[in-house]
């Protein structure tokens, strides 16, 4: 490795030798011709391809050793598989505010105090701010690494035996007490010659835009999984509600079923089969019972409190579930890569892994520090501060780790190796986004014709249960078919209920796959002027810190008064 140092041509050590003809005496002259010699040397050896950066490289980068940060190749789909159907629209999503148009202002409700009160969000806000000061501090290396100013009182008894070898004053003899007064600014330099701390920088700067956008990334999911809890509520109310009618309906069945036995017109079979249907109408009931408490304490711990009674935040048990469009607007997958925050981020994670790149390439170069300190020192107080007691020194250095280069070239291949990741991370995470789009979009468009042909059925078979029932009030059928027409109708009302929430579910996860909804953190914005008027990539993702300081947690949260 020492060849490496000493390796250089013979017109550059010529011009050396000439130049340091004129230096000699000077200190600070013979330290430029070091430098001068060591870039020489660099320069001219195979040393300078290490890191993938030559020096001409190095200058058109900036004077910054590692390669410069290009967004990763990505395959996207040119359109959407159901491009033609009627429900699809191809504009862009302007429905940053997606919630408001299901026209509910309770959902509208719990989707503020999510984003005003939900811990993960307060601790993705949190990473924002370290990643914030992480890059302050970042920015503090690329100027003086070290500034002191220190002072020092030295008061000195010494003993007359003791027989050091002093300037004396007094005939000889040194005095066995004395004092110093000094007084020091020192400062220390490390000069960003081959753009490490530029690079550290870069990557500060990336990770403060990643924490960002895995904050966008989380307040999507949240919004989308209140969204999804909430109407998982409204679907189990509204089951709810249509199995309590069912039951009253067949109540009314066993009574008429009793009353034409007892009169001796029917057999017992009639009474025992309408027995039958209202228990296990009735045994539907505490399962949907559970699936509100449970939906119910889910949305607690979204909204950041304790488990309880939601009260006036849930609309009563006969309050029909929220509707949705009937089309939507989706945009082309391209979008996806500017769009959605959790592929932003991960992006951002490559711009990162990127320049760890430079910055551990830098290793392999020397490194140039300036040391110096200037103050004042004298051994009365009085004449401290006298021009005659300045006193300092000047450091310059250097340091060249020439012997650790496979240590370092190992370091530069697996951070090489974690771009390479996070490279592959990235496409696949735009792959997958794709996916969810599609799986969403075919849901969302399926569902809506399953509640079309669930809402013909439901409405022929109350038409046939009413004429069942009529004609077995008149004699004319027996009890099985009431029966098994009641039977169908509750099965088919359950599912109609389900069907009705999954229409809105699919479309909250359509939005939640587009990745939008991030926009409610922004800052004196309304949702009117939210629509994105200016190219999505030109918002400004840290225009502002206010909405990540979210207050402090409480040790006990209440809903507000209504």
Not at 357 to 386: E, H
């Amino acid at each position: 490795m020492l060849g490496y140092f000493f390796c250089c041509s013979s017109s550059g050590l010529l011009a050396v030798r000439s130049w340091s003809a004129h230096q000699d005496g000077n200190p600070a002259g013979r330290f430029i011709l070091v430098c001068l010699l060591i870039t020489i040397c660099v320069s001219t050896t195979g040393c300078t391809r290490f890191g993938g950066s030559t020096l001409m490289d190095w200058w058109q980068n900036g004077m910054k050793v590692g390669p410069n940060y290009g967004r990763p190749a990505a395959m996207v789909a040119d359109d959407w598989i159901e491009e033609e159907n009627k429900h699809v629209l191809s504009d862009r999503p302007e429905d940053v505010y997606w919630w408001t148009v299901m026209n509910d202002p309770a959902l509208n409700r719990l989707i503020e105090l999510a984003n005003e009160q939900n811990l993960p969000l307060q601790v993705a806000g949190m990473r924002v701010l370290e990643a914030q000061a992480t890059r302050a501090i970042a920015v503090g290396l690329i100027f003086p690494q070290k500034q002191q100013f220190y002072g020092q009182y030295l008061s000195v008894l010494q003993s007359v035996n003791q027989g050091l070898a002093l300037p004396l004053f007094v005939n000889d003899v040194l005095p066995n007490n004395w004092q110093n007064w000094n007084g020091f600014f020192n400062l220390s330099w490390e000069l960003d010659v081959w753009g490490r701390f530029r690079r550290n920088l870069e990557s500060a700067n990336a990770n403060l835009e990643m924490s960002v956008e895995d904050y966008d990334a989380v307040l999507v999911g949240l919004l989308a999984e209140v969204a999804t809890t909430y109407l998982e509520l409204r679907t189990y109310q509204q089951r709810l509600l249509y199995a309590h009618q069912n039951v009253a309906a067949q109540e009314g069945s066993l009574k008429i079923a009793q009353v034409r036995f007892e009169a001796g017109e029917t057999d017992k079979l009639d009474v025992t089969q309408a027995q039958s249907n209202l228990a296990n109408t009735q045994a539907i009931i505490p399962k949907l019972e559970i699936g509100v408490r449970q939906s119910s304490n889910a949305l607690c711990v979204l909204l950041g409190i304790p488990t309880q009674k939601l009260g006036d935040l849930v609309p009563p048990l006969q309050t029909p579930i929220p509707t949705a469009p009937s089309m939507v607007s989706v945009g082309l997958p391209a979008d996806l890569i500017r769009r959605r925050p959790d592929i932003r981020a991960i992006e951002r994670a490559a711009a990162i892994a990127s320049a760890r790149i430079g910055v551990v390439a830098s290793d392999l170069y020397p490194s140039f520090s300036l040391t110096g300190t200037i103050g004042t020192s004298a051994r009365n107080f009085d004449k401290l501060f006298l021009g005659s007691s300045t006193c300092g020194t000047l450091d310059p250095s250097f340091s060249w780790k020439i012997l650790n280069y496979g240590r370092i070239m190992n370091e530069i291949a697996m951070q090489d190796a974690i771009f390479q990741q996070r490279a592959i991370e990235y496409q696949e995470r735009i792959l997958v986004a794709n996916k969810e789009v599609e799986d969403s979009l075919i849901s969302y468009i399926k569902t809506q014709k399953q509640l079309e042909y669930l809402n013909a059925s439901v409405a022929a078979l109350k038409e046939s249960v009413r004429l069942a029932e009529l004609k077995y009030k008149a004699g004319e059928i027996d009890f099985n078919r009431v029966f098994l027409l009641q039977s169908d109708l509750t099965k088919a009302q359950d599912q109609l209920a389900q069907s009705q929430g999954n229409v809105v579910m699919s479309l909250i996860g359509i939005y939640r796959a587009l990745g939008t909804g991030w926009q409610i953190r922004l800052q004196n914005q309304s949702p009117a002027d939210a629509d994105q008027t200016a190219p999505l990539e030109q918002i400004p993702r840290v225009a502002s810190l206010a909405p990540f300081r979210k207050a402090p947690s409480q040790s006990i949260r209440r809903l507000p008064s209504p």
